[in-house]
């Protein structure tokens, strides 16, 4: 993570820097060589085989590559020259990275070189024997001396091992497991991004603002999406449930007629509506036209799963789609409604077949939901819809 956010900042650093330095070549500060051939190190100079002198850092300049302070203040260790780190090897200032709070950055983790078994005293130092104590590896008899830190005592060998013996080394939630040393969740519990809670719960990372796994958003965090970005003409794109919320998102009226053929890969070609217990989404599986259809979500005996737009017809026209069935035939139905009026429904195992019916100008709900049953399933217990048109004839 420091890393990226260092690479991520020299851009702005450069240029902030910039008018500097130039200004800097104009006054001499990069002859240290005389003329045009600068020491090589010098701020502001080309950097030689991507060498800086100490505290400067080789970054790509608009002109050429040139070298920069490291740090220039910006990260407030009050250390604005550096001390000589051009190997850039995460640790700038040797403090440890600002970033790490006094640990050292090994790899992308932060660690403490005292206690840490796999970097000890630094990144490349793992103890093969012994426990990490004061940065150094040291055997410890346990018949003497405490086990410091995460280990445990080992029986057999009379040695401090890596590991916990007691529950109070473990971070707070967790116990020590005595047969593997290892922290971890109690009985009927499990690990929920370094929490523990029972097996029942569903480990819910949505509501940290942070976008995870399948979120699309996380509170205010849209990740960097809007409605026009998403394809809509205006609105307010809203987050949901870590998911992008469109229903705010409107596109102006057309002038001929409506369309979505899902090759968006999403239910966001128009407003679309999903509810029920469980939801529509976009499908590859045997699409009708292109490479996506809408399908019905996953459900049981007695659910149901919606999809619905609704649509302002510019004139009195028609509404047609393609739709798919494979179902318990005459139980477990695709119903279409048009304002809550039920159009017409479909079941059993049916291929592809074009529907259309007639629309009146104006606003219009048009639902499509999957309804089962009390019991049974047959087929893929799914239908799927592709191709919707609202328009002329
Ligand atoms: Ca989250
Ligand atoms: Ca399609
Ligand atoms: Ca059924």
């Known amino acids: 993570m420091k890393n990226n956010s260092r690479l991520f900042k020299l851009p702005t650093r450069l240029l902030l820097l910039a008018p500097t330095l130039l200004l800097g070549v104009s006054l001499g500060a990069c002859s240290g060589g005389g003329g ?31 070298c920069i302070p490291l740090d ?23 403090d440890g990275d ?18 840490n078994n796999q970097h000890c005293g630094d990144c490349d130092s793992p103890c093969n024997t012994g426990i990490c104590t004061g940065g150094s590896c040291m055997v410890i008899d346990c018949t003497v001396d405490e086990c410091p830190g995460f280990s445990y005592c ?27 040393h290892e922290c971890a969740c109690p009985e009927e519990e499990y690990d929920c991004e370094g929490v523990c809670i029972p097996e029942w719960e569903e480990c819910q ?27 809509w ?31 968006t890969g999403n239910l966001m070609g128009l407003p679309w509506m999903t509810s029920g217990n469980a939801i529509w989404s976009a499908s590859t599986t045997m699409p009708h036209q292109g490479t996506y ?8 005996d007695a659910q149901s799963s919606t999809l619905q737009v609704t649509l302002n017809a510019p004139q009195a026209g028609v509404v047609r789609f393609w739709h798919r069935v494979s179902t318990e035939a005459g139980y477990d139905v695709l119903a279409f409604y048009i304002d809550n009026i039920l159009q017409d429904s479909w079941s059993g195992q049916l291929v592809w077949t074009q529907e259309q019916f007639p629309v009146a100008a104006g606003n219009h709900t048009f639902r499509w939901v999957y309804q089962k049953d009390e019991s049974l399933s047959d087929g893929s217990d799914k239908v799927w819809i592709d191709e919707v048109y609202v328009g002329p004839q």
Do not use: H, R, Y
């Not at 190190?41 to 060498?51: A, I, K, R, S």
């Not at 080992?154 to 020590?176: E, H, I, M, R, S």
């Not at 699309?216 to 394809?231: A, R, Y």
């Not at 259809?293 to 049981?300: E, F, L, N, W």
């Open 72 to 94: 220039g203040g910006e990260t407030g260790d009050g250390d604005p020259t550096g001390d000589g780190d051009p190997t850039g090897d995460g640790d700038p200032t040797g």
């Open 293 to 300: 259809v809408a399908a019905s979500g996953t459900i049981s």
């Open 205 to 231: 990372t949505c509501g940290n603002g942070t976008i995870e796994g399948s979120e699309e958003c996380d509170g205010n965090n849209l990740g960097g999406q809007s409605c026009v970005s998403l394809g």
């Open 154 to 180: 080992d029986l057999a060998t009379k040695q401090c091992l890596p590991g916990c013996a007691f529950d109070n080394q473990c971070d707070a939630g967790f116990v020590c497991d005595l047969v593997s």
């Open 98 to 115: 600002p970033g790490c709070s006094g640990l050292t950055m090994c790899g992308d983790e932060c660690v403490d070189t005292q206690t």
């Open 36 to 66: 045009d051939a600068c020491s090589v190190g010098t701020e502001g100079c080309e950097c030689f085989n991507g060498v800086c002198l100490g505290g400067l850092f080789c970054a790509q300049g608009p002109t050429g590559n040139v």
């Open 233 to 263: 003409d205006m609105g307010t794109l809203g987050c949901n449930g870590c998911l992008l919320d469109v229903s705010n998102c409107t596109l102006e009226m057309p002038d001929e007629f409506w369309f979505d053929d899902f090759e």
